[in-house]
């Protein structure tokens, strides 16, 4: 997938599918910093999670408490789990009806996205099988909101941090 940046108003990608789009309306309260994050594929609608948010540390808090929407008219569920230690402890999931995909880290960059346990797609959008309508759905999210930082290491941000700090 070919992502464009994010921009305030969204960010598109194209996909092998067609042309995913992501349109972003923020709340109308100044102090409620969740948007509504509508998902269009060639024009027609694909998923729609009212309570999204801000991409980065926002976002991944409230994924970390759990996040629903809608994927073709079905329910869909976004949940995190992070600051583990280990790899295996931190993931991101999506979940509608009986389908789960998980991304899970895999090595210090990559992150794969798993389905019954067999890589499906990876982070920057390379899928070693035939994507599918969720697939595709999972990985612009996931690089849209930045969820990348819920699979980080809680540790290796404060060990590069502490090293660039010593040197100043």
């Keep these: 997938m ?6 305030p108003d969204g960010a598109s990608a194209t996909t092998r599918l067609g042309e995913l789009t992501l349109h972003r309306t923020p709340s109308r309260l100044y102090s409620d910093q969740t948007e509504r994050w509508r998902v269009e594929l060639d024009g027609r609608p694909l998923a729609e999670l009212p309570g999204f948010g801000q991409p980065g540390f926002h ?3 409230l994924a970390r408490r759990g996040v629903a929407g809608t ?3 079905a329910e869909l569920h976004i949940r995190a789990r992070g600051r583990h230690l280990l790899r295996s402890g931190r993931f991101v999931e999506f979940r509608t ?3 789960t995909l ?3 880290r895999r090595g210090v960059i990559r992150a794969e996205l798993l389905e019954d346990g067999r890589t499906v797609a990876r982070s920057d959008g390379r899928a070693p099988t035939e994507p599918d309508r969720l697939h595709v759905l999972a990985v612009a999210l996931y690089t849209w ?3 990348d930082y819920v699979n980080a290491n809680p540790l290796l941000g404060s060990v590069i941090l502490s090293a ?5």
């Design 145 to 147: 909101a930045e969820l």
């Design 164 to 168: 660039v700090t010593s040197f100043f």
């Design 2 to 7: 070919e992502f464009t940046k994010m921009r």
């Design 102 to 104: 998980r991304f899970v």
């Design 71 to 73: 994927f073709d008219a």
């Design 97 to 99: 009806g009986d389908r």
């Design 59 to 61: 976002v991944a808090e």
